[in-house]
């Protein structure tokens, strides 16, 4: 069974970073593009940011410059690097793993972004 677990959320003020985890298990991510995307309060998930398995990597046009996305295959672990965080970044973040017949999602990880 896939399961993809968040962490490194929190509190952070403007201009601060986090780093984001997301751990994979129930199968190897190696072969699988990955992804991170955010829902923030009355407002519909929409895509962060996407490294493909050969580790090309998107980003969203707000993140660009600013989050880095990077995998660990050896360990099953997908990061997000978020520097010069804002408040408008205030989302719940979560993990994907998707191919063309599944599609996995994390529960999630609260970034709140205030002073």
């Known amino acids: 069974q896939v399961s993809l677990v968040e962490s490194g959320g929190g509190l952070v003020q403007p201009g601060g970073s986090l780093r984001l985890s997301c751990a994979a298990s129930g199968s190897s991510i190696s072969i699988y593009n990955m992804g991170w995307y955010r829902q923030a309060p009355g407002k519909q998930r929409e895509l962060v940011a996407t490294?493909?398995?050969?580790?090309?990597?998107t980003y969203a046009d707000s993140v660009k410059g600013r989050f880095t996305i990077s995998r660990d295959n050896a360990n099953n672990m997908v990061y997000l690097q978020m520097n010069s965080l804002k408040p408008e970044d205030t989302a719940v973040y979560y993990c994907?793993?998707?191919?063309?017949?599944?599609?996995?999602w994390g529960q999630g990880t609260q970034v709140t972004v205030s002073s």
């Open positions: 994907n793993r998707r191919s063309s017949v599944s599609n996995y």
């Open positions: 490294i493909t398995a050969g580790g090309s990597t």
